[in-house]
């Protein structure tokens, strides 16, 4: 399997997880784990050449980043609908970075 297919196999697996995990804190910690990876191979993808829009590189690490925010936000405790609410924006923003993915692939986008 090459790198490509892995980031591909786990932005689905992403997918999957941003709509039934993440509403559980446990669920939300896989999750950050499992997006972690998948930036880390998307890296491993830039720097082999591989280009997509900058905007697909944009929307993954910011909702890397929601999903950090709300682990933070429920472990000092705070109100939790405001918790639920960054991880909604959170998984709609990398479901919109998986999709830009996937017509980056079917466009044929590409590098070296």
Do not use: C, D, K
Request: aromatic letters at 8%; proline letters at 1%.
């Amino acid at each position: 399997m090459n790198l490509l297919t892995a980031h591909l196999w786990i932005g689905a697996l992403v997918a999957a997880l941003a709509v039934l995990a993440v509403w559980q804190r446990l669920g939300r910690r896989v999750t950050l784990y499992v997006v972690t990876l998948q930036l880390a191979l998307g890296v491993a993808l830039m720097v082999e050449g591989l280009t997509v829009p900058w905007y697909h590189y944009g929307l993954a690490i910011l909702g890397w980043v929601g999903y950090m925010v709300a682990n933070a936000m429920t472990r000092r405790g705070q109100e939790r609908r405001t918790i639920l609410a960054v991880t909604a924006v959170s998984s709609v923003v990398l479901l919109i970075a998986f999709a830009i993915g996937q017509g980056a692939v079917r466009a044929g986008y590409g590098g070296s």
